[in-house]
């Protein structure tokens, strides 16, 4: 069996390098990023590539193509991210192989595939048995990362197409510092939050934790304060803490966080759903906590 990935980054590297050892599966990889080469060379027997400056489906879908005809995958993987969703699209449409996303298990059984994936907004998963050719859009953590191997694989460089009779524009992201899916600790402010201004306490708290700080979705995409956010349709995250402040705890949300392996929430209200999911609860007005927590961390020298 062969299988084929992509990933945008090294972490995910490992992740589908860890697939591919689960299935015991001979791996290709490809990237479109050239400082991705020689960490993807010394996990993978074969490593395709194309630097592309900006992402571009239709270049990126020629390059694809390429890769496939060379590796000619039983199995093609992907990161439930914003690109690698987009890339194992174009896997499935240029090879026919059916897509299955937000997977969190596989097995091989002969010329069949168990996946487990998840459903309802991650709050349930289902098992199904899936024929090769197939897709897979791999949750975060779910793979265990892999170590490298004691050779170098083979590069090679495939060329991108013009894309032709399409512009794009690219509007750069406000810079936040920490990345919230790199860091180990992310504070996450949820509508609770009244003001714009008042994100300063939630970047002030992060900074004090030397973590990264988010929003939910409707801060984010209703309001506008923030390029991105936390949740199913945004980031999902797997730091050692994440702290909701004035966040309710929807599904939607909760599922972008459940890599999370201690989750503190503050909130006024102790109805709220989040504490259902939190190990830790503060029931109180964030605008009262949030002073004296700072307060205390600068006192304690963080």
């Not at 791996?27 to 996990?43: I, K, M, P, Q, T």
């Not at 779910?142 to 690219?170: D, K």
């Not at 919230?180 to 949820?190: F, H, L, N």
Request: glycine share 10%.
């Amino acid at each position: 069996m062969r299988i084929l990935v992509y990933a945008d980054n090294a972490s995910w590297l490992k992740q589908l390098r860890g697939l591919a050892d689960k299935l015991e599966a001979e791996a290709c990889a490809l990237v479109f990023d050239g400082n991705l080469v020689e960490e993807a060379s010394r996990l993978f027997s074969r490593v395709y590539y194309s630097s592309l400056q900006a992402f571009n489906p239709l270049q990126a879908a020629h390059v694809a193509a390429k890769a496939l005809e060379k590796c000619n995958p039983d199995i093609m993987a992907a990161p439930c991210t914003n690109k690698g969703r987009i890339v194992a699209g174009l896997f499935s449409a240029l090879s026919g192989g059916l897509p299955v996303s937000d997977v969190i298990s596989v097995e091989a059984e002969g010329e069949e595939l168990r996946v487990k994936r998840l459903v309802f907004g991650g709050t349930a998963s289902a098992s199904l048995r899936v024929n090769v050719p197939a897709v897979l859009c791999v949750s975060p953590g779910a793979m265990p990362e892999a170590t490298y191997r004691g050779s170098i694989g083979v590069v090679e460089e495939l060329r991108a197409e013009s894309a032709g009779g399409i512009e794009v524009e690219f509007k750069a992201r406000e810079a936040v510092g920490v990345e919230p899916d790199k860091a180990d600790v992310v504070v996450v402010a949820g509508r609770g939050v009244k003001r714009r201004e008042d994100l300063s306490m939630i970047r002030e708290l992060a900074e004090l934790l030397g973590g990264a700080w988010s929003v939910t979705r409707p801060l984010a995409a209703d309001y506008g304060w923030s390029d991105t956010w936390i949740g199913i349709s945004g980031l999902s995250i797997a730091p050692r803490l994440y702290i909701g402040v004035g966040v309710s705890g929807q599904p939607h949300h909760m599922m972008g966080v459940r890599g999370a392996k201690i989750i503190v929430a503050v909130n006024k209200d102790p109805n709220a759903p989040i504490f259902n999911e939190a190990d830790y609860g503060i029931i109180g007005d964030l605008y009262k906590v949030l002073p004296v927590l700072i307060r205390r961390l600068k006192e304690r020298g963080a």
